[in-house]
T-cell receptor, first 116, second 116 residues
Framework: GAVVSQHPSRVICKSGTSVKIECRSL??????MFWYRQFPKKSLMLMAT?????????EQGVEKDKFLINHASLTLSTLTVTSAHPEDSSFYIC????????????FGPGTRLTVL | AQKVTQAQTEISVVEKEDVTLDCVYE???????LFWYKQPPSGELVFLIR??????QNEISGRYSWNFQKSTSSFNFTITASQVVDSAVYFC?????????????FGTGTRLQVTL
């Protein structure tokens, strides 16, 4: 149990375009999902916390207008990188917490974004 | 503010050796959770263990064991008889409070290389 999927696993896009990444909890309902960013050989940096049905809470320094997060259901959260630039290239990882084990985050496989 | 320190950036061992990954944390909370995650080359974070601040019992799961010492604010992870498949980056993480999904503070990770 506690499987989280992400789609797509890899995406390459042109500078100025927008990219949407989906995060799904496959076998549990997740009232809270998290979005992280990881640079090569670095640790995970939390970007935002997403609660179903409400606005996401962004970490300091993360542009909410650039990284749009929607958590429309208990099994789906999306991250849209708007007007992507090469510096947005990174590994984006989502996680979800099951209500039954609310203190534990289970991670998706990640999405590698490359902006040309 | 919470902080997690993994002083070992990289460790290289030969298969069948035992290896201990260190984790030291800082928090002002009296109730908190500690985690270890494994990130293999594929990128997906694999949950290994969760320990709450009131439970200082050491835990063993197969070749894995964890030593939680509240007096030294450490939560070390030992792999016994290491195998090549153990090669990965291991992250220690800390979250605040029980009951609801809480933000994780990650350490910088320790890259473990197990060779034949």
């Amino acid at each position: 149990g506690a499987v989280v999927s992400q789609h797509p696993s890899r995406v390459i896009c042109k500078s100025g375009t927008s990219v949407k990444i989906e995060c799904r909890s496959l076998d549990f309902q997740a009232t809270t999902m998290f979005w992280y960013r990881q640079f090569p050989k670095k640790s995970l940096m939390l970007m935002a916390t997403s609660n179903e049905g409400s606005k996401a809470t962004y970490e300091q320094g993360v542009e909410k207008d650039k990284f749009l997060i929607n958590h429309a259901s208990l099994t789906l959260s999306t991250l849209t990188v708007t007007s992507a630039h090469p510096e947005d290239s990174s590994f984006y990882i989502c996680s979800a917490s099951p209500a039954r084990v609310a203190d534990t985050q289970y991670f998706g496989p990640g999405t590698r974004l490359t902006v040309l | 503010a919470q902080k997690v320190t993994q002083a070992q950036t990289e460790i290289s061992v030969v298969e069948k050796e035992d290896v201990t990954l260190d984790c030291v944390y800082e928090t002002r909370d009296t109730t908190y959770y500690l985690f270890w995650y494994k990130q293999p080359p594929s990128g997906e974070l694999v949950f290994l263990i969760r320990r709450n601040s009131f439970d200082e019992q050491n835990e063993i799961s197969g070749r894995y064991s964890w030593n939680f010492q509240k007096s030294t604010s450490s939560f070390n992870f030992t792999i016994t008889a290491s195998q090549v498949v153990d090669s990965a980056v291991y992250f220690c993480a800390l979250s605040e409070g029980p009951g609801t999904a809480s933000k994780l503070t990650f350490g910088t990770g320790t890259r473990l290389q197990v060779t034949l």
